[in-house]
């Protein structure tokens, strides 16, 4: 069946690092790719999404391009906030099912 | 406009207790989900409804029951909480576009 692993927290960064958030996937179809973000208090949003090998979703200064060579959708940012303090899901949706797999979601703090 | 919202946001049972946890969108999508949270496990999805009038199970269907009343709305119940359901619960939908919109979520503890 489909699953989708990325890399356990959490992960603590001082303001204006670099980030790399690593995900996997394995999916028997041609998946959509997600990355949803969870503030403290709040239910999941959408942060980016690719439908397709080589496309690059990106948004709010994230970006994660769909490598479908590596099974890989890994998400970045150049350099970081305190506000993207967050829960990060890594997520798929394969092809003609409407039910989303998530990651068991990575916590991301960053320190001034 | 409100999106996805859920009611109520917090709430207290003994074991043994029933509830239901309400859902209602106002973005007209056909598909809607109820997940739970808990440390270290994600989101697991515990059934959804792909249209109104139906609904199927998803990956922690035990102990838990929902309904699809309208297109608006899609429910869950608990008909005897347990411990072991304590937990953060979500209710989201699907649009075409295949991005879920997931409502604040309600926060369940079982004493």
């Known amino acids: 069946g489909d699953s989708v692993t990325q890399m356990e927290g959490p992960v603590t960064l001082s303001e204006e690092a670099f980030l790399t958030i690593n995900c996997t996937y394995t999916?028997?179809?041609?998946?959509?790719l997600f990355w949803y973000v969870q503030y403290p208090g709040e239910g999941l949003q959408l942060l980016l999404k690719?439908?397709?090998?080589?496309d690059k979703g990106s948004n709010k200064g994230f970006e994660a391009t769909y490598r479908k060579e590596t099974t890989s959708f890994h998400l970045e940012k150049g350099s970081v906030q305190v506000s993207d303090s967050a829960v990060y899901f890594c997520?798929?949706?394969?092809?003609?099912?409407?039910?989303?797999?998530f990651g068991t979601g990575t916590r991301l703090t960053i320190i001034p | 406009n409100a999106g996805v919202t859920q009611t109520p946001k917090f709430q207290v049972l003994k074991t043994g207790q029933s509830m239901t946890l309400q859902c209602a969108q106002d973005?007209?999508?056909?598909?809607m989900y109820w997940y739970r949270q808990d440390p270290g496990m994600g989101l697991r999805l515990i059934y959804y409804?792909?249209?109104?009038?139906?609904?199927d199970k998803g990956e922690v269907p035990n102990g838990y029951n929902v309904s699809r009343l309208n297109k608006r709305e899609f429910s869950l119940r608990l008909e005897s909480a347990a411990p072991s359901q304590t937990s953060v619960y979500f209710c989201?939908?699907?649009?075409?576009?295949?991005?879920?919109?997931f409502g604040p979520g309600t926060r369940l503890l079982v004493l």
């Open positions: 997520a798929l949706s394969d092809s003609g099912n409407e039910k989303l797999t």
């Open positions: 999916a028997t179809g041609y998946p959509s």
């Open positions: 973005m007209n999508h056909n598909s």
């Open positions: 989201a939908t699907l649009s075409p576009a295949e991005t879920q919109y």
């Open positions: 409804s792909a249209s109104e009038g139906t609904t």
């Open positions: 690719a439908t397709k090998a080589d």
